[in-house]
Nanobody, 131 residues
């Protein structure tokens, strides 16, 4: 049974940092790319970052480029999203998800970080950026 558990969210002041974690279980972690998404109240879910499974190729949305960094630790079956220079507009529930493609094709899901190319989802973790 695929399970993704996000953690690390919280309340932070503008300009602050948080590191989100996504712990995976129930599937072969190295076969999948992992995407991070967020959804703010009243808005559609948007792709934030993605990391491939073989070479660890990363993709970041323009809105977070240079501030957020996605990484993964295969030994811990965990993906991270390091978020720096946080802004109030980063406030949202953050989710991680597995690619629908696997193995050598998994990184395809990272193109455009389109949620239609992702399958299983975690329950999300709330990030609030406010003074």
């Amino acid at each position: 049974q695929v399970q993704l558990v996000e953690s690390g969210g919280g309340l932070v002041q503008p300009g602050g940092s948080l590191r989100l974690s996504c712990e995976a279980s129930g599937f072969k972690f190295d076969d999948y790319a992992i995407g991070w998404f967020r959804q703010a109240p009243g808005k559609e879910r948007e792709g934030v970052a993605c990391i491939g499974n073989i070479r660890g190729r990363t993709t970041h949305a323009d809105s977070v480029q240079g501030r957020f960094t996605v990484s993964r630790d295969a030994a811990k079956n965990t993906t991270y999203l390091q978020m720096n220079s946080l802004k109030p507009e980063d406030t949202a529930v953050y989710y991680c998800s597995t690619s629908v493609f696997v193995r050598s094709s998994a990184v395809t899901s990272c193109m455009g970080i389109d949620e239609r190319l992702f399958g299983s989802w975690g329950q999300g973790t709330q990030v609030t950026v406010s003074s």
